[in-house]
């Protein structure tokens, strides 16, 4: 079945490309593309890793122009010939498949599976001919941090975008004595969707073009929309405006006249608070300064971020895969608050920040595994920004704190207390200045009572029974819910003991080894269990919940997006006891090697399988296992395997959806020899493929890691140092990496 499904999407995309290059004009032109300048370090980042492969594995990343963790992402919107849509072919707007582009839209989400913003998309349009769908080559296209391009034949026109916090900057060069035309549609939202509550306005006098909508996208919709504002500023004169309003939506048509090879500059300044603040974000950060100003900026914010980490290796490909991963963290969370400190909040009031910047488009489920604690590190201003805004959504909320926020509202994506994991790392961590309190009483409200938005699912039945019984919860992945929620109360415990609160420390650490109760110690699985406490009859490793959905009979609905096998390594807060469960060390390392050894020989591949996967999250950390069952050698052998063999500069460089940046941070710290378990203070030491790297800590001190005789052969480790002290632990803790100094690897193509 799936390679019938993969040689249907082959067909259908080698169509559109041969289509689109036969009857559309994208053929070889002789304009000659920008080269933009870049940095020291941005000069390796190539932003179109991961926005190609394997539709449903791919990264679900865009080369769109942004700012680091802005707001603004403004980009190509991709479709196949003739606009036709097929269902989350890239849902960050941009599929590399795709041989035709609708406009260029002003944000979007990055790495997620789900579509959102795609707001006032800006198409170039000539003569009469109404703005539609253009056709492109790859051969004319160009990204790089804070710079996109593209060349588009059929209207003659060379295209760049550059970007600020709030404000987008177009460029369109014309190649023809044609009316130059820019399309601004006010109602553009993802896929097929289309805005709602649509205003637009043209001051002839001052040129000012403005208007606003209500934004429906998949997550948006979920809390009845998003209102988004823009204001737009041209540096031509505008020659005709005309607004019209039809079944496909509200646009903006702008005439610029005969403009043969001179460049429209226009800046977009957005807001979800109103249109006069749209306009002061847009002074605020544009004002004096041209697209080439504009981009410079953006070019400095880039060095400045990617400039915390320095590596040092003689391979390029590992330059550019490390400083793309590195970019690739630092898209998501965006800047929700406009530049007089006002944002829209939870309650659809408009509020004002003190004292932190707030910030939405958390992939939580997913970051606080890798992204949130290599904030911890570089960026603990963007951390403790995370933790304001939870309080603050919770407080403007209904007193939960969202596990996946996005604009202004609950999404309720995936399922149980995300937030609770990355709340205590960070407080034992260090950040503690946050409304600790309020984030804590919040934490143990969704554990012990049932609420309609982003709380626990089926708590009562959970705090009952000890597990979410299937036959309670049929269908709806009793098992994976179990595992997370046993994890979430352990994060409660931790916090509590911390803060001093014994008796709850003690409740909620027998609470997160509810998790025992869900395993099999037949089958040595956690299994579905029914309310009678007798496990399901189906049951079967090595079917995952993607067969699932093309199966009659079900047997892996137990399970998140993915297998048994694949959940069967998540108790990350109790791994001597998860360990035990096994009967030895021995049968544990077995079996775990059998599931690594199961991973799909091809990255990012149609069938990504039931062994191990980095492309999902809930098995990301499963290569650092082996050292607590006493192999460190098999995770130093494991973790150089998934750098070489599952991250590449390719299109399809990243194994699956990239998620807010997990599966990219997830390289940047391996690649550096150490890795977060995530919701403590410790990381795993692992196996460094790079001969060095120098890291900026977020307290000033650097801390230099350096890799002797490291090489392709040489990926086991037979010493590690820290500022001149032999480490005999599996672990390296937060507090010694933030002293700074030296940690220095000693590497061997030998086995310790």
């Given amino acids: 079945m799936w390679n019938i499904i993969r ?14 290059s036969l009857f559309n004009g994208v053929m070889p032109q002789s304009i000659e593309m920008p080269e933009p300048e870049t940095g020291e370090l941005s000069q390796y980042v190539d932003p179109f890793i991961g926005t190609g492969g394997t539709p449903w594995t791919c990264a679900m990343v865009s080369p769109a122009a942004a700012t680091p963790f802005g707001l603004v992402r403004l980009g190509p919107d991709t479709c196949f010939l003739g606009g036709s849509y097929i269902t989350k072919m890239n849902t ?8 035709h582009i609708k406009g260029f839209s002003h944000s979007r989400l990055s790495g997620t599976g789900a579509e959102d913003y795609s707001m006032f998309r800006v198409t170039p349009a000539i003569g009469e001919k109404k703005a539609g769908v253009l056709a492109y080559s790859h051969d004319k296209e160009v990204a790089v941090p804070g710079y996109y391009a593209v060349y588009l034949p059929s209207v003659s026109c060379l295209a760049e975008m550059t970007a600020d916090i709030h404000t987008g900057v177009h460029r369109y060069t014309f190649g023809t004595d044609k009316d130059a035309r820019l399309s601004i549609d006010v109602t553009s939202s993802t896929a097929k969707r289309i805005a709602t509550n649509a205003t637009a306005e043209y001051d002839k006098e001052t040129g000012v073009i403005s208007g606003s909508c209500l934004l429906p996208g998949q997550f948006a919709g979920r809390y009845d929309g998003l209102p ?3 204001v737009a500023v041209a ?6 405006c005309e607004i019209t309003t039809d079944d ?6 702008v005439n610029f006249g005969s403009i043969k090879d001179e460049s429209i500059e226009l800046k977009v300044g957005i807001s979800f608070v109103s249109i ?9 950060e544009t004002d004096g300064l041209d697209f080439d100003g504009v981009y410079e900026k953006a070019v400095n914010a880039w060095e400045d971020e990617l400039s915390k980490i320095r590596i040092t290796t003689a391979d390029n490909d590992v330059k550019t895969i490390f400083y793309t991963a590195l970019y690739h963290t630092m898209i998501m969370p965006s800047n929700f608050t406009d530049v007089n400190g006002e944002y829209l909040g939870f309650d659809k009031q408009v509020h004002t920040a003190e004292g932190y910047t707030y910030r939405t488009d958390m992939s939580l489920w997913d970051t606080v595994r890798t992204t949130n604690p290599l904030y911890t590190l570089i960026a603990q201003d963007v951390q403790r920004d995370c933790l304001n805004s939870l309080v603050t959504m919770s407080q403007q909320g209904i007193g939960v704190i969202p596990r996946w926020p996005q604009g202004a509202g609950y999404t309720g994506s995936m399922f149980g207390d995300s937030a609770n994991i990355m709340i205590t790392e960070s407080y034992l961590k260090g950040i503690t200045d946050f409304d600790v309190e309020t984030a804590y009483a919040a934490m143990k409200y969704t554990s012990e009572t049932a609420v309609n938005k982003d709380g626990r699912n089926y708590v009562d039945m959970y705090n009952e029974y000890g597990y979410v019984p299937q036959d309670l919860a049929p269908n709806d992945e009793s098992v994976s819910r179990t595992l997370e929620y046993a994890w979430e109360d352990a994060a409660i415990a931790n916090l509590a003991a911390e803060l001093g609160y014994t008796e709850d420390a003690e409740k909620y650490a027998a609470k997160s080894m509810y998790y025992k109760n869900v395993f099999d110690p037949e089958t040595k699985y956690f299994r579905a269990r029914n309310s009678d406490s007798s496990f399901t009859d189906r049951f079967s490793p090595y079917m995952t919940s993607f067969y699932d959905m093309i199966m009659i009979n079900k047997y892996a609905d137990y399970y998140a997006e993915g297998s048994a096998r694949q959940w069967r390594w998540s108790a990350l807060h109790d791994i001597d006891g998860m360990i035990e469960l096994f009967g030895s060390k021995e049968y544990f390392v077995s079996e775990l090697e059998d599931f690594m050894e199961d991973a799909s020989r091809n990255r990012a591949a149609v069938d990504p399988g039931h062994g191990f996967w980095i492309g999902n999250q809930h ?17 130093q052998k494991w ?12 299109i399809n460089g990243l194994d699956g959806n990239d998620d807010g940046g997990t599966i990219s941070a997830w390289y940047a710290f391996s690649a550096m020899g150490f890795y977060p378990l995530a919701g403590t203070d410790k990381y795993w030491l692992g196996s460094p493929n790079l001969d060095g790297a120098e890291i900026t800590l977020s307290n000033g001190n650097t801390l230099k890691v350096k890799a002797v005789n490291q090489s392709e052969d040489n990926v086991y480790v037979s010493s590690v140092k820290l500022n001149g002290v032999e480490l005999d632990d599996i672990y390296v803790t937060h507090e010694q990496l933030m002293a700074g100094g030296e940690l220095v690897f000693t590497m061997s193509s030998t086995a310790k």
């Fill in 639 to 650: 973790v150089r395997w998934t750098l070489a063999e599952r991250f590449s500069t390719d």
């Fill in 235 to 240: 540096d031509k004169p505008i020659k005709a």
């Fill in 248 to 253: 496909s939506g509200t646009k903006i048509d």
């Fill in 276 to 284: 006069e603040n749209a306009m002061l974000n847009l002074k605020t």
């Fill in 7 to 20: 040689i249907l999407v082959s067909v259908f995309v080698a169509f559109e490309m041969a289509f689109s």
């Fill in 92 to 99: 960050s707007g941009y599929y590399y498949e795709q041989a």
């Fill in 619 to 635: 098995d990301i950390h499963t290569p650092y296992l082996f050292a607590n069952a006493g192999r460190a050698d098999l995770t």
């Fill in 228 to 230: 988004t504002y823009f």
